[in-house]
């Protein structure tokens, strides 16, 4: 499927849904680059849907990610 601009406003990440896999943690929040409002959107088990209201490019910031200690013993 080309990328272009969607018919109805909305783009559609399928890669980017809850179930989908490459994503291990959700998503905090979506902004658009040169966007000075906030921005409608949801993550759903299908994908992240944005109501951008145009083809934009979008920002997504992840929640932050726990790290365990590492012990090195000698």
């Known amino acids: 499927m080309p990328l272009g601009e969607p ?3 909305v783009l559609r ?9 490459p994503l291990t943690r959700a998503i905090k929040h ?5 966007g ?13 849907v944005v109501h951008a209201g145009r083809a934009a490019v979008i ?6 990610e726990a790290v365990q200690g590492h012990w090195d013993i000698f």
């Open 59 to 64: 920002k997504v910031a992840l929640e932050s």
């Open 13 to 21: 990440i399928r890669s980017f849904g809850s179930g989908a896999g």
């Open 7 to 9: 018919d109805d406003g």
């Open 30 to 34: 979506v902004s658009l680059l040169g």
């Open 36 to 48: 000075s409002g906030p921005v409608e959107w949801e993550q759903t088990t299908d994908g992240l």
